[in-house]
């Protein structure tokens, strides 16, 4: 995979991405509901060293369990860190169009708005993450 480079939407914050992702998905959970304020919040898993900050000041926070950063000039969601994984969600809305592949959607038990696509619908996480193989059928 070629490295790329991703900003935030004020352009201060750069995130070199170095590797293929591990995963893309859309989670619905009420975490990232809240802290988005979005219905769905699209994501891109890669290994903690793929997703690296090379430029610009950010702030993170934690909501729950999962610290989050941001820009600390414009706010733009970056990446959430699950503690103890060696993993960044890197937000989705960040890729080109082109890079975002989903291959399911997650947590739609908490979905406040169903989307009907051709994916799996995971009431909690998927198989592949530890869940269930259960899913919800809008």
């Not at 939407?9 to 959970?29: D, E, K, P, W």
């Not at 080109?96 to 696509?117: G, I, N, R, W």
Request: net charge neutral.
């Amino acid at each position: 995979m070629k490295e790329f480079t991703l900003s935030c939407r004020c352009g201060n914050v750069q995130l070199r991405i170095s590797n293929t992702s591990m995963a893309q998905f859309y989670c619905h959970c009420d975490d990232c509901r809240a802290v988005t304020g979005g219905a769905f919040v699209p994501i891109a898993l890669f290994a903690t060293d793929a997703a690296t900050v090379t430029r610009g000041d950010t702030s993170t926070w934690t909501y729950k369990t999962l610290p989050r950063t941001r820009c600390s000039t414009c706010g733009t969601f970056l990446f959430g860190e699950p503690p103890g994984l060696g993993m960044r969600g890197v937000s989705g809305f960040l890729l080109p169009v082109e890079m975002f592949s989903p291959t399911f959607h997650s947590h739609c038990q908490y979905a406040v708005l169903p989307v009907k696509d051709d994916l799996p619908h995971f009431k909690g996480l998927p198989p592949s993450f530890g869940g269930t193989d259960e899913t919800v059928d809008w």
